[in-house]
């Protein structure tokens, strides 16, 4: 059964990242992602292929701890040079089983939990995988985290850390909501590049006092936000997190609704990194027929 929660990233809820009107494309990017796993792990080069944009994109895990971004993967961009790249890994004799293990998708972005299998190493990678889909095609995807003996033990308090924020967000409880950050936490935006990700830093939220100041600001009224986690997963110490979120109507203004993506990097129970990636704006009878057909 899958459990639902509650979380807020209160940088989203106060509109500093602009909503889009709708989400998806001509093709599900879920299943465009899953029929890249299947192609993968079928050694079918152009089945693969022919799910990733001609310029498609493709980075390797970043080396600065407070990026999601790392380098473009030269040896894979353009068609000839992607081709190329995986005619020669799947003509190895031993190739990797691929296997996503939780997914999350909302709009163009779908984030994978990896599962990788390779006979040739002791031990199985995890990473955490974005991707992002238009009309049908893989566009870019991002490796943004890998799973380590460092950051392993990290994920259950990654997720335990965005339940405490919860509970302080449903109180409205802005003492303890600053106590789950660390003093030297960073804020980010969605990026203005869409072939970039959430790689601007926060206008509103730029050190410990800024961040003080918005979050006592936001709560000041009580409880102006109901959010509900749809899904959360973590690798290492990055968690995703799906979420619904719900403003408070005015009498000058109804209440608005969303569905947001976001990462954050969690270390001993305080957030480092907060990574807004995808909001997108929910009309109330979308909502409403989504929660009735939620799983319980």
């Known amino acids: 059964m899958q459990r639902r929660f509650t979380l807020v990233l209160s940088l989203a809820l106060m509109g500093l990242i602009p909503a889009e009107a709708g989400a998806g494309s001509a093709a599900d990017p879920a299943a465009v992602v899953a029929a890249d796993f299947d192609a993968l792990n079928r050694n079918d080069l152009e089945a693969f292929l022919a799910l990733y944009a001609p310029q498609a994109q493709i980075f390797g895990l970043p080396a600065d701890p407070h990026a999601l971004v790392g380098r473009r993967l030269e040896q894979m961009y353009g068609a000839e040079r992607l081709r190329a790249h995986f005619a020669k890994a799947m003509a190895q004799p031993d190739t990797p089983h691929i296997e996503q293990t939780r997914t999350v998708a909302l709009g163009e972005l779908v984030v994978s939990r990896v599962h990788i299998a390779d006979p040739k190493r002791a031990e ?21 985290g890998k799973e380590t003996a460092d950051n392993r033990p990290q994920a259950a308090g990654a997720v335990a850390t965005a339940r405490a924020l919860v509970e302080a967000n449903n109180r409205a409880d802005a003492e303890r909501f600053l106590a789950l950050f660390a003093a030297d936490a960073r804020h980010f935006r969605r990026a203005e590049d ?103």
């Open 124 to 144: 199985p990678q995890v990473l955490m995988v974005v991707y992002r889909v238009r009309d049908g095609l893989i566009e870019d995807l991002w490796h943004v």
């Open 194 to 296: 869409p072939h970039q990700l959430a790689d601007l830093p926060s206008r509103a939220v730029v050190d410990e006092a800024s961040r003080a100041k918005t979050y006592r600001a936001l709560y000041a009224d009580g409880p102006s936000v109901q959010v509900d986690l749809l899904d959360a997963f973590a690798v290492g110490d990055l968690v995703v997190t799906h979420e619904r979120i719900r403003t408070r109507g005015t009498p000058a203004a109804a209440g608005e609704t969303y569905e947001m993506l976001a990462i954050l990097r969690v270390r001993d129970g305080r957030v480092l990194d907060l990574w807004p990636l995808q909001k997108i704006a929910r009309p109330a009878d979308a909502v409403v027929s989504a929660a009735a057909g939620a799983r319980p």
